[in-house]
Antibody, heavy 120, light 107 residues
């Protein structure tokens, strides 16, 4: 059974940093691209960042480009999102999501999400 | 960036109704479109991919159609479990954008 478990969210001050993690199980992690999607309170879904199965290829939404770094540790089956210079508008639930292959870019499994709140 | 526009934003319907949600892309995305269902407090669930392919385990009352810039999600006979918010998502371009969502409410 595919499982994705996010962690690392919390309350952070504007300008601060946070590292989100997503522990994956139930599939061959390195064979699948992974993505972060966020959802601000009461709002819709926003694609944030994606990484290929090998980790060689990454992409970012303009809203986080230059402030965030996606990475993965295939030996630990874990996806990461390092977020710096956080702003109030980064407040959201952050979901990790699995690609059905490597770099197809829709999402067949989602984690339960981790809440990031940026506030002073 | 490709913009995705869903209509309507909210839809009121009764059990057994046929429901159709439209998603329009700002430029052609071929058939690279997925649909998701999201219930309050839960993660999204994949329903349809490649515009019309039903994800395994999804009831056959859900169907998708369209190509290019106009797409539809149809629920043939609305069931109590279907009251939720639905999102389309294009995966044709670098930025994988979502529509703003359509909330299906009980009439």
């Amino acid at each position: 059974e595919v499982q994705l478990l996010e962690s690392g969210g919390g309350l952070v001050q504007p300008g601060g940093s946070l590292r989100l993690s997503c522990a994956a199980s139930g599939f061959t992690f390195s064979s699948y691209a992974m993505t972060w999607v966020r959802q601000a309170p009461g709002k819709g879904l926003e694609w944030v960042s994606a990484i290929s199965g090998s980790g060689d290829s990454t992409s970012y939404a303009d809203s986080v480009k230059g402030r965030s770094t996606i990475s993965r540790d295939n030996s630990r089956n874990t996806l990461f999102l390092q977020m710096n210079s956080l702003r109030a508008e980064d407040t959201a639930i952050y979901y990790c999501a699995k690609d059905p292959g490597d770099s197809i870019w829709y999402f067949d499994y989602w984690g339960q999400g981790t809440l990031v709140t940026v506030s002073s | 960036d490709i913009q995705m526009t869903q209509s309507p934003s909210t839809l009121s319907a009764s059990i057994g109704d046929r429901v159709t949600i439209t998603c329009r892309a700002s430029q052609s995305i071929s058939s690279w479109l997925a649909w998701y269902q999201q219930k309050p407090g839960k993660a999204p669930r994949l329903l349809i991919y490649k515009a019309s392919s039903l994800e395994s385990g999804v009831p056959s009352r859900f169907s998708g159609s369209g190509s290019g810039t106009e797409f539809t999600l149809t629920i043939s006979s609305l069931q109590p479990d279907d009251f939720a918010t639905y999102y389309c998502q294009q995966y044709n371009s670098y930025s994988r954008t979502f529509g703003q969502g359509t909330k299906v409410e009980i009439k």
